[in-house]
């Protein structure tokens, strides 16, 4: 990935939208310092500029956790349903290049690496749903294991009847619903 660096303005823009979003939902990270978080961003301005991206494509991007090991910072996607931005996409490229008709304009593989972000596994999804209700309307696609996509399938998440359901599709799918969750460690 090329470097890139967000404006000072736009930067300091992001920064306090974090903070705020991070001060007003300290349930999503107990016992995190703000100003630890804000230190290591500004060390990190390609991160930055990917939670710029996660942010303006309506991921709503907040600290759920820190590595232990790195002690690295870990954002997911936070809105409360799948960010709007990342819509009506298939699977991964594969999947986009296989259709030959009605092809959506992007893939959540696709855009995923164009942010610098990961998409969720359905582990680290069902740990965001411990953290509130999210999907209640929409569905993510989440990482698939290789055996399943070799074979035509992706996996996708929501939550409904107060319960978070995993499920299958072709990976070249696509519906205005769905969309993908992202991680980013920092």
Known sequence: MTKR????GQRAELLTTLKARFEKNMNRHKGLDWAKVQTRLEANPEKLWSLNEMESTGGEPDVVGQDKKSGAFIFYDC??????????????????EARKENKPKDSAINMAGALGVELLTEEQ???????GEFDLKTSSWVKTPAD???????????????TVFLYHNGADSYYAARGFRASLSV
């Open 5 to 8: 660096n967000l404006p000072a």
């Open 79 to 96: 809105s409360a349903e799948s960010p709007k931005g990342r819509r009506s996409i298939c699977y991964d490229r594969e999947a986009l």
């Open 125 to 131: 999804y069902r740990e965001l749903q411990k953290l």
């Open 148 to 162: 399943i996509r070799k074979l035509g399938g992706a996996l996708y998440c929501d939550r409904r009847y107060n």
